[in-house]
């Protein structure tokens, strides 16, 4: 029985993470899930918010968007249109996005105005909240 499984994230720029791992934590829509090595199958949605990878005894946050996910015993497969690892956002450029999505949403938009600046808010948030995190 494998003690580990492989994490692959790929974004439409690259493949940002393709490692065995220990354990993966996720935003899904059904709530935050839990994957160790042989997790049943799954294929599920991912929502904006904070992943964190767990190898060698050790966390790594990454903020994450919408995305999708396919688990198998030893394979977690990730396409997404966002994964930053915590150590690469750029807090002032989150929170200036944070700020600029919430100043959109104050004007008079199209639902798909609103959905899209939504989708911003929340990748920006989630940023914010993975890199301030490593403040604390």
Known sequence: MANTLRLEIVTPEATVYSEDVDMVTLPAV????????????????????????????????????????????????????????????DEAKAEEARQRAAARLREKLSSEEVASVNAALARSLAQLRVKRRQHN
Do not use: S, W, Y
Request: proline share 5%; net charge negative.
């Open 30 to 89: 059904e709530g935050q899930i839990g994957i160790l090595p042989q997790h049943v199958p799954l294929m599920t949605q991912m929502v904006p918010g904070e992943m964190i990878v767990r190898k060698n005894g050790q966390d790594r946050f990454l903020a994450v968007g919408e995305g999708l996910v396919e688990i198998t015993g030893d394979h977690v497969a990730i396409l997404t249109d966002l994964a930053i690892a915590a150590e690469n956002i």
